[in-house]
């Protein structure tokens, strides 16, 4: 290795590209070598180049500010140097990942009819009680082929041996998937010479995949359905995705000012030619916002009596309203029962060890030990509301037992893992900085899942920082699954 690499260091944690000897893991050595071959100068025009696209391309972010309905639009922040995982273990990620979501798939319909998990005692009846997510207005609707979650994003995390764990599942409006393709488009303007000389597999076709099952999940089976994405408009954080992911699939990107309810119960677009009927709804709003007729009276994001066409089944809804109720952190610890209860598998990903502080017992534990755990809300997203035990002042820990004991149903624990890190230029230097990593599955009709081959790696940019939600001023890179050479 060149003098870059002998200043790398991992700190003990696992590293996707480097071992514990300092050589190139198998999959990665000739990416590791490639980047060994750079100079200093031709690594900065690589740099300057995907800066440039990222600009052209007009590839942003939105963060919120601190002041009330102030956004703040910033570049799309990349790195260069890809995350890579060889192909043999990504096929078994994508088994663990298809027998996941089959399981959350079963488990919300159960929870919208009979409830017979809730009534075996395999996931207790106050946890649903108390979901905030639940939608009693959805007992008894089967959405076409009983998928709740189409679309579900599920965040990877390696330990500190390399273990592949689940840390959460999003299944109300997981975002993020349009900058997997970006990051890749980038790359391949980038560093063109690397997608010659390596067995890469691509992640291109999400757009027609999205595509074919929402196609599959038009009601009245309709050969040529009209599918849109419905947005809460420019202002939202990622409206960049909204707007790409519809451009992508040639569909029409809506407000809710655009859609109508007739009294047919049917949904129609406003067009120029007149109102032209809606069948598949790809919306990224949140449940409470979808209807004022059902939800909050004074939203203006959503469409009066869209519930009322989707219950006829006159349109579908994706996701279907009242997924949301398996997006709950508390829930999420029952995961590995659930695919034990509907699949009679065991699970091929494990969670991360969970504390639930409804359970006195573990709340008892999680108090004691607060300056060693990471303490997440139940239905929070972004990185908000956590507290991160070992990173914390005394006053934020004594805070957060203070909202334990007060609300104890909304908190869980986990131990604070040493996340696996990747090689990350910093100032023209490479250092390692923890990531994550949101594969994204497609579940259709008939049983059929998709799966993106790799997906979105989130970077905590800080060095030590283990936060990589980009609302948090987090970065990305391409990830790579790549076939292995003899």
Excluded at 34 to 49: H, V
Excluded at 125 to 137: A, K, M, V
């Amino acid at each position: 290795m060149n003098e870059r690499w002998h200043h790398y260091r991992s700190n003990g944690c696992f590293d996707e590209l480097i071992d514990t000897q300092g050589r190139f893991r198998s999959a990665a050595r000739q990416v590791g070598e490639y980047f060994n071959r750079l100079t200093d100068i031709e690594l900065s025009e690589r740099i300057n180049a995907a800066n440039l696209a990222i600009q052209v391309m007009g590839i942003s972010f939105t963060l919120y500010s601190e002041d009330e309905g102030r956004s703040i639009d910033r570049a799309w922040p990349f790195d260069v140097i890809p995350r890579i995982i060889a192909a043999s273990e990504w096929r078994q990620i994508e088994a663990g990942l298809r027998q996941r979501v089959r399981a959350l798939n079963h488990f919300i319909d159960d929870l919208y009819h009979q409830q017979q998990i809730v009534n075996e005692g395999i996931v207790p009846r106050h946890i649903l009680d108390s979901s905030s997510n639940f939608r009693p207005e959805c007992v008894g609707v089967s959405p076409p082929g009983h998928i709740w979650a189409h679309i579900c994003g599920s965040d990877l995390v390696r330990d500190d041996q390399g273990k592949v764990y689940v840390l959460e599942d999003n299944l109300r409006v997981p975002s993020g998937v349009s900058y997997m393709l970006e990051n890749r488009h980038l790359m391949k303007r980038t560093f063109p010479e690397l997608f010659e000389q390596h067995t890469i597999l691509p992640v291109d076709d999400y757009p027609s995949q999205l595509y074919d099952m929402l196609c599959s999940m038009a009601p009245e089976g309709q050969e040529r359905p009209e599918i849109v994405v419905l947005t809460p408009g420019i202002y939202n954080s990622a409206y960049f995705e909204h707007a790409y992911l519809a451009q992508q699939m040639g569909t029409e990107l809506v407000e809710g000012r655009d859609l109508v309810v007739g009294d047919d119960d049917c949904v129609y677009m406003r067009t120029i030619s007149g109102h032209a009927r809606v069948d598949v709804i790809y919306r990224r709003i949140d449940d409470l916002f979808l209807d004022p007729e059902l939800f909050h009276p004074d939203s203006v994001l959503g469409v009066p009596g869209l519930m009322r066409a989707w219950k006829a089944g006159r349109v579908t809804l994706v996701n279907a309203p009242g997924a949301g109720v398996a997006d709950d952190k508390v829930v999420y610890a029952y995961v590995p029962d659930m695919v034990r209860y509907y699949l009679n598998e065991e699970p091929l990903i494990d969670n991360v060890p969970t504390y639930l502080c409804d359970d006195v017992e573990q709340r008892d534990y999680v108090l004691h030990h607060l300056e060693q755990l990471v303490v997440k809300p139940a239905n929070e997203s972004g990185g908000y509301g956590m507290l991160i035990g070992p990173h914390a002042e005394q006053a934020e820990r004594e805070q957060f037992r203070q909202l334990i004991n007060k609300n104890p149903r909304n908190y869980i624990a986990q131990p604070m893992l040493c996340l696996s890190t990747t090689p990350t230029v910093i100032e023209n230097r490479f250092e390692a900085r923890h990531i994550d990593l949101r594969p994204f599955i497609l579940s259709g009709m008939e049983g059929s899942v998709a799966i993106t081959t790799g997906g979105l790696t989130r970077v905590a940019m800080r060095r030590g920082s283990t936060v990589v939600n980009s609302s948090q001023g987090g970065g990305s890179k391409d990830t790579w699954i790549v076939e292995e050479s003899e």
